[in-house]
């Protein structure tokens, strides 16, 4: 079993940045799939951004040039850095791990979720 411990969401104005962060621990190597999900109000959970475990990275068209993913094997983490946030960014993000290729295809595990308000 893997648990996800998501850190890092608020409040911020639109334009801003905010960081998210993704702890793993648990039944954890190297070679899991990791991403970032968000569901805003009234919306259906849609991948933002996910890699692979080689660093391999994919990005949603809505975040391509805002958003970076990045993880840190050595410590089983996994961040999303959020710049230029817009008001339609306000969502709860999801961590997500997986043992597949990608987490945009199979997600196994995944966080509570880290609320992100984008203010305008």
């Known amino acids: 079993q893997v648990q996800l411990v998501e850190s890092g969401g608020g409040l911020v104005q639109a334009g801003g940045s905010l960081r998210v962060s993704c702890a793993a621990s648990?039944?954890?190597?190297?070679?899991?799939?990791m991403g970032w999900y968000r569901q805003a109000p009234g919306k259906q959970r849609e991948l933002v951004a996910d890699?692979?475990?080689?660093?391999?990275?994919n990005y949603a068209d809505s975040v391509k040039g805002r958003f970076t993913i990045s993880r840190d094997n050595a410590k089983n983490t996994v961040s999303l850095q959020m710049n230029s946030l817009k008001p339609e960014d306000t969502a709860v993000y999801y961590c997500?791990?997986?043992?597949?290729?990608?987490?945009?295809?199979?997600?196994?595990?995944w966080g509570q979720g880290t609320q992100v308000t984008v203010s305008s």
């Open positions: 997500a791990a997986g043992w597949g290729l990608r987490v945009g295809v199979r997600a196994n595990y």
């Open positions: 648990g039944s954890i190597h190297s070679r899991i799939a």
């Open positions: 890699i692979t475990s080689d660093g391999s990275t």
